[in-house]
């Protein structure tokens, strides 16, 4: 996988910002390649995970975000870890 870029959101200034760094994470797929993008959202979908394509006013972009809060545990982290790292393996990615 390319990227794993992480944003900081400065509009939410009472926002730790080392929190922030640690919640929200951007990742594009070979450059926005959609059809890899396509099978990773399906096949993350069907092992239970959720929301990693959002809509914005300026549409979905070639990055997928994870957002490691709300409820999100450790274990649920890791699943998504391991499962982008099988991906990768798996599509040459």
């Known amino acids: 996988m390319e990227g794993g870029t992480i944003i900081i959101d400065a509009a939410s200034p009472k ?55 709300n409820g999100i545990t450790q274990e649920d982290t890791a699943s998504l870890a391991n499962f982008m790292q099988r991906f990768a393996g798996e599509n040459s990615v």
């Open 15 to 69: 926002l730790n910002r080392w929190k922030w760094f640690r919640i929200k994470s951007l990742v594009t797929i070979k450059g926005g390649d959609e059809e890899l993008i396509d099978k990773f959202l399906i096949q993350s979908w069907n092992e239970g995970m959720v929301g990693l394509r959002t809509l914005t006013p300026f549409g979905t972009g070639e990055y997928l975000r994870a957002s490691l809060y």
